[in-house]
């Protein structure tokens, strides 16, 4: 289809060329995967991401493979349209895992959480199915499509959950341009369309997003975790904070509550009992990084928006309403297309005013004659 009275694509043909890659990879008509999120992700958020025309991923956190089983199960009868699994590298059980989602033919299986471990990458491809990895830099990527990733995810540390150290524009600049053999999918505080453009024109085959769809109205999210995201800003989503060198922690984006001020303090605590020789440094460690355990689910599932983590991108700014999944895709989608358009006005309008400068300057020159 062409803009009415030119010859141009519309914008949406404009952005089905610019995320076909995207698409045919993925499968769905638009290359938008729901980030997968511990607890949120579940088969009425997934399905209905499927369902709208994205691509939902289930997030499998530390389910193990009976109930991984279920949920898969589950997700495929609520959507015939493809999704993926998302499973964490650290799992004790990983390749079980891996084993679930070939035995029930999941099409698309993201290895998150750390470098995916060589077996498991072969154990998804024997199974016919697409391996997608994270790259926290350029050099690990291309490590990562040698060893067999069908395709990466590059996410930045203005995302929600665990994050890297660089940002997104950062990321997407280091990587998109030199990366081409693999389709390449930018996550990280996009919560508009324009910005899902930006990086489609930059080489990426689509994008990532997952704190924009935790108020959709399928999430099963409780309503105070819900209303905490409504209410919150990009500056109230922070990093954890680590206290000292000898004890590091993974930084995890959240919305600043009671938990993440006492964690500081916790930490404080666990050091000063090391110093004294109370605790040797693994007992302080685990005691540390055990601060967290089960935060996700009490936010989440309980509503606990105070001493859980309701881990959170910086777009948390940009979710403003609960709404129907299928209108956070459309909305994004129109974003977008709004974005090309006003490329094409511009371009045009560009095009126009050199010729009328030709022609005045062409006047220019006859009077002068
Ligand atoms: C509540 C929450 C839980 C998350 N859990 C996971 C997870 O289990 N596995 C994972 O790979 N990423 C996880 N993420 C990251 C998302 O999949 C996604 O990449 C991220 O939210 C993208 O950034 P955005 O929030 O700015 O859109 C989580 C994010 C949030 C907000």
Request: glycine letters at 10%; hydrophobic letters at 45%.
């Amino acid at each position: 289809m062409t803009s009415p009275g030119t010859t141009e694509p519309s914008p949406r043909d404009q952005l089905d060329r610019l995320w076909r890659r995207g698409c045919d990879f993925l499968g769905t008509r638009y290359a938008i995967l729901g980030g997968a999120m511990t607890w949120v992700s579940e088969r009425n958020l997934v399905a209905a991401i499927s369902n709208g025309g994205g691509f939902g991923v289930i997030a499998s956190g530390s389910m193990g493979p009976d109930r991984l089983a279920e949920e898969i199960d589950a997700t495929r009868a609520l959507t015939d349209r493809p999704f993926g699994v998302n499973l964490i590298t650290l799992h004790p059980q990983l390749l079980d895992l891996v084993a679930v989602c070939a035995g029930r033919g999941v099409s698309h299986v993201v290895l998150a959480g750390g470098l995916p471990p060589a077996p498991a990458v072969a154990a998804i491809k024997a199974a016919g199915a697409k391996a997608i990895c994270f790259a926290p830099a350029l050099s690990i990527a291309r490590k990562l499509v040698r060893s067999g990733a069908d395709a990466i995810v590059i996410e930045g540390m203005e995302a929600g959950g665990h994050i890297g150290p660089v940002a997104t524009s950062v990321l997407a600049q280091e990587i998109l341009p030199h990366l081409r053999e693999v389709p390449v999918f930018v996550a990280g505080g996009i919560g508009r369309g324009e910005a899902m453009v930006g990086y489609l024109e930059m080489g990426a085959a689509g994008c990532q997003l997952g704190s924009r769809f935790v108020c959709a109205t399928e999430s099963i999210a409780h309503p105070a975790f819900k209303k905490a995201f409504l209410r919150a800003n990009a500056r109230d989503a922070v990093p954890s904070i680590q206290l000292d060198v000898r004890f590091p922690v993974i930084p995890v984006r959240a919305l600043a509550n009671a938990a993440t001020r006492r964690f500081a303090e916790k930490q404080r605590e666990v050091i000063d009992r090391f110093d004294a020789g109370e605790l040797n440094q693994k007992e302080a460690q685990l005691e540390i990084e055990h601060f967290w355990a089960g935060a996700l689910r009490r936010a989440v599932i309980d509503g606990d928006v105070e001493t859980g983590s309701v881990m959170a991108g910086q777009s948390v700014g940009m979710v403003v309403r609960e709404e129907p999944t299928a209108a956070i895709l459309e909305e994004l989608v129109e974003q977008a297309a709004a974005a090309l358009a006003m490329r094409c006005d511009h371009a045009r309008a560009a095009t126009e005013g050199r010729s009328s400068n030709a022609a005045s300057s062409n006047d220019g020159v006859g009077a002068a004659r």
